[in-house]
Every structure is written in structure tokens, then in C-alpha cells.
């Protein structure tokens, strides 16, 4: 398994994929991944673990398809990256 950014704190963690060109079928194969994380990396068991996308470039509506999965949307906004806001009950947890 690959995670390019991984944050923690003492109760959450948020997993990162970042790709120059994101699409809705890489999103799906991250998100297939995760379901394996808490096995693979047992030491963050306790922790409510999130995912967000980070990409210069989304394709075929994906930074759409990235929010209504619950997904962190982490995307250029000219010349800085901007982490869109999402409620965070809405939020996919692993």
C-alpha cells in the first residue's frame, strides 16, 4: 500500500493520494486500498482515519465524484493548494 502524505494527531489520521491527474477510477482504487489499512497498520487501529485526493489536474468530474464519497478534496487554486471545506460527518472513515 502507498500513501504519499499521511497526517496524525492523537485521535485522527488523514491518508493523502496525490496524482497530477485524478480521476474517478483512481479515487475508486484508492479508496479500495484503505479498506486494508487498519489490517496492514494495526498500530493505528484507535484512530478515526481519513482520506483526501490531492491533484493539480481532476478529470471526468472527479473532484464531484472525490466530495460525494466523503472524500478530502485537495486541489491548485492558482498558486497555492486549497483543501475544499466538507461537513465532516460526511467524511469516508476507515
Same mark, same amino acid.
Not at 500500500?1 to 482504487?29: G, P, Q, S
Not at 478529470?59 to 493548494?81: C, Q
Given at each position: 500500500?502507498? !500513501?504519499?502524505?499521511?497526517?496524525?494527531? *492523537?485521535?485522527?489520521? !488523514?491518508?493523502?493520494?496525490?496524482? *497530477?491527474?485524478? *480521476?474517478?477510477?483512481?479515487?475508486?482504487? #484508492?479508496?479500495?486500498?484503505?479498506?486494508?489499512?487498519?489490517?496492514? #497498520?494495526?498500530?493505528? $487501529?484507535? =484512530?478515526?482515519?481519513?482520506?483526501?485526493?490531492?491533484?493539480?489536474? @481532476? *478529470?471526468? $468530474?472527479? $473532484?464531484?465524484?472525490? =466530495?460525494?464519497?466523503?472524500?478530502? =478534496? !485537495?486541489?491548485?487554486?492558482?498558486?497555492? @493548494?486549497?483543501?475544499?471545506?466538507?461537513?465532516?460527518?460526511? =467524511?469516508?472513515?476507515?
Amino acid at each position: 500500500m502507498e !500513501i504519499d502524505l499521511f497526517y496524525v494527531d *492523537t485521535t485522527e489520521a !488523514i491518508a493523502v493520494e496525490v496524482k *497530477t491527474h485524478c *480521476t474517478r477510477a483512481k479515487i475508486n482504487r #484508492f479508496l479500495k486500498h484503505m479498506q486494508n489499512f487498519k489490517v496492514l #497498520f494495526p498500530g493505528f $487501529a484507535d =484512530l478515526e482515519v481519513y482520506v483526501g485526493v490531492a491533484a493539480l489536474d @481532476f *478529470t471526468d $468530474a472527479a $473532484a464531484e465524484y472525490a =466530495l460525494e464519497k466523503g472524500v478530502i =478534496l !485537495i486541489h491548485v487554486n492558482d498558486d497555492a @493548494f486549497v483543501i475544499d471545506k466538507i461537513d465532516k460527518g460526511k =467524511l469516508k472513515k476507515f
